[in-house]
């Protein structure tokens, strides 16, 4: 029987957060179960019921035993009955908040912890207080979300002493994890990959002169620049045409800004896996022009330019984070200074006028994709750092 790794994520699971069961889901030696206290409103159907369990699905005040569980350590009796009767072997926290929660739990199953880092929870949180001020209860009231974040910054020095690993998605967020207290020798970098079965172009669809943006409507996207570039690119090409795929707090901004100065966009919300591969078979290339966030935030590596690359779509983004780790300027795409609407909208129209340099983009993006970024390796590895532990562990009893 295999081994069961407990995959703790706190809310179970954001649509926008794919790259969690995908990996988990390509597990060969090691079977995943999906933890945390709640799930998402809508659910997501990428979680197998069978194999997750939250708190919130055992008792019938979940608020309550949340806050117990992650202000007093407490975890509900049910619960926690549940979570061993599993005999999981590792519990591997997602995201850096996240593995304070994964540490309580690896404490009270006895069992190691590991924890990926992905991008805003190593490089945009920032203390409200001084670092010796006491969490305040006003705080916990009135400003739950910075509680928390302060909460997790107060214990992240014990995360990385208790953590036996602490995975970066990218080169760039492994220098930040260091730079933020972790040990070098613990921090890896594992880049989570893509389905390269999954993620393989349909070559008789025709190429549109589209130029794609996916993500989340945050700041640190850049969408807002993508948009000024394409103002720019219109006035000498005015059949390109814009589509925009996600949502977020910044969706009505955007959707003015685009009104105002563009002649040719849409945007389409959230959609699933199979509409985005279909935007990616008939797009010229994929934008993705993401900044350095007034508060700090910034990308780990933003899985929808490997994805894009596997596809044969060449990426137009940014010299920013783990992006150039898997954009290869002038290789597999083009990159420009973050913020650098002008280069940005050079760089948008150097591949649509350009089809043998797009078609040279598509076919060394895909072969990058393949060497550096294949799900399958990648997960193998993973699996290997769960049997070193797991082989210190057995050593040292």
Same mark, same amino acid.
């Given at each position: 029987?295999?081994?069961?790794?407990?995959?703790?994520?706190?809310?179970?699971?954001?649509?926008?957060?794919?790259?969690?069961?995908?990996?988990?889901?390509?597990?060969?030696?090691?079977?995943?179960?999906?933890? %945390?206290?709640?799930?998402?409103?809508?659910?997501?159907?990428?979680?197998?019921?069978?194999?997750?369990?939250?708190?919130?699905?055992?008792?019938?005040?979940?608020?309550?035993?949340?806050?117990?569980?992650?202000?007093?350590?407490?975890?509900?009796?049910?619960?926690?009955?549940?979570?061993?009767?599993?005999?999981?072997?590792?519990?591997?926290?997602?995201?850096?908040?996240?593995?304070?929660?994964?540490?309580?739990?690896?404490?009270?199953?006895?069992?190691?912890?590991?924890?990926?880092?992905?991008?805003?929870?190593?490089?945009?949180?920032?203390?409200?207080?001084?670092?010796?001020?006491?969490?305040?209860?006003?705080?916990?009231?009135?400003?739950?979300?910075?509680?928390?974040?302060?909460?997790?910054?107060?214990?992240?020095?014990?995360?990385?002493?208790?953590?036996?690993?602490?995975?970066?998605?990218?080169?760039?967020?492994?220098?930040?994890?260091?730079?933020?207290?972790?040990?070098?020798?613990?921090?890896?970098?594992?880049?989570? %990959?893509?389905?390269?079965?999954?993620?393989?172009?349909?070559?008789?669809?025709?190429?549109?002169?589209?130029?794609?943006?996916?993500?989340?409507?945050?700041?640190?996207?850049?969408?807002?620049?993508?948009?000024?570039?394409?103002?720019?690119?219109?006035?000498?090409?005015?059949?390109?045409?814009?589509?925009?795929?996600?949502?977020?707090?910044?969706?009505?901004?955007?959707?003015?800004?685009?009104?105002?100065?563009?002649?040719?966009?849409?945007?389409? %919300?959230?959609?699933?896996?199979?509409?985005?591969?279909?935007?990616?078979?008939?797009?010229?290339?994929?934008?993705?022009?993401?900044?350095?966030?007034?508060?700090?935030?910034?990308?780990?590596?933003?899985?929808?330019?490997?994805?894009?690359?596997?596809?044969?779509?060449?990426?137009?983004?940014?010299?920013?984070?783990?992006?150039?780790?898997?954009?290869?300027?002038?290789?597999?795409?083009?990159?420009?200074?973050?913020?650098?609407?002008?280069?940005?909208?050079?760089?948008?129209?150097?591949?649509?006028?350009?089809?043998?340099?797009?078609?040279?983009?598509?076919?060394?993006?895909?072969?990058?994709?393949?060497?550096?970024?294949?799900?399958?390796?990648?997960?193998?590895?993973?699996?290997?750092?769960?049997?070193?532990?797991?082989?210190?562990?057995?050593?040292?009893?």
């Amino acid at each position: 029987m295999k081994k069961i790794v407990m995959m703790y994520r706190d809310q179970l699971l954001p649509y926008s957060e794919t790259f969690i069961p995908t990996q988990v889901e390509s597990l060969q030696s090691y079977t995943g179960f999906y933890v %945390g206290t709640s799930r998402t409103p809508e659910g997501n159907s990428l979680i197998p019921q069978s194999r997750s369990s939250t708190l919130s699905d055992v008792v019938s005040k979940p608020e309550i035993w949340k806050m117990a569980f992650k202000l007093a350590h407490t975890v509900h009796p049910r619960w926690f009955k549940i979570l061993q009767e599993l005999s999981p072997s590792i519990i591997h926290a997602h995201f850096g908040l996240d593995g304070i929660w994964g540490m309580i739990l690896a404490q009270k199953l006895n069992i190691p912890l590991v924890v990926t880092f992905r991008g805003s929870d190593i490089t945009g949180m920032e203390s409200s207080r001084p670092e010796n001020e006491r969490l305040r209860i006003d705080d916990f009231i009135w400003r739950r979300g910075q509680f928390f974040r302060d909460l997790y910054l107060k214990r992240r020095d014990r995360l990385f002493s208790t953590a036996h690993y602490c995975f970066a998605v990218s080169d760039f967020l492994r220098s930040k994890l260091v730079e933020k207290g972790c040990p070098p020798e613990k921090a890896i970098v594992l880049y989570t %990959g893509v389905n390269l079965e999954k993620f393989t172009p349909d070559l008789h669809i025709p190429v549109e002169p589209v130029v794609l943006f996916v993500g989340r409507l945050v700041e640190k996207k850049g969408c807002e620049y993508l948009i000024r570039a394409m103002a720019k690119v219109q006035l000498e090409l005015p059949e390109a045409e814009l589509v925009v795929i996600g949502d977020g707090p910044l969706s009505s901004r955007l959707k003015t800004l685009a009104a105002d100065s563009l002649k040719r966009y849409r945007f389409l %919300g959230s959609q699933p896996h199979e509409v985005v591969k279909s935007w990616m078979n008939r797009s010229t290339l994929l934008s993705l022009p993401s900044i350095t966030a007034k508060s700090g935030d910034s990308e780990g590596l933003p899985n929808v330019v490997v994805e894009a690359q596997a596809m044969r779509l060449p990426v137009v983004s940014s010299i920013h984070a783990g992006i150039p780790e898997a954009v290869l300027h002038n290789e597999t795409g083009l990159l420009a200074a973050e913020k650098d609407w002008e280069a940005l909208s050079q760089n948008i129209l150097t591949i649509l006028q350009n089809p043998e340099l797009r078609e040279r983009f598509a076919s060394s993006g895909r072969i990058h994709i393949e060497k550096k970024f294949n799900l399958h390796r990648n997960t193998g590895k993973l699996e290997e750092f769960y049997s070193n532990i797991l082989g210190e562990s057995l050593s040292c009893s």
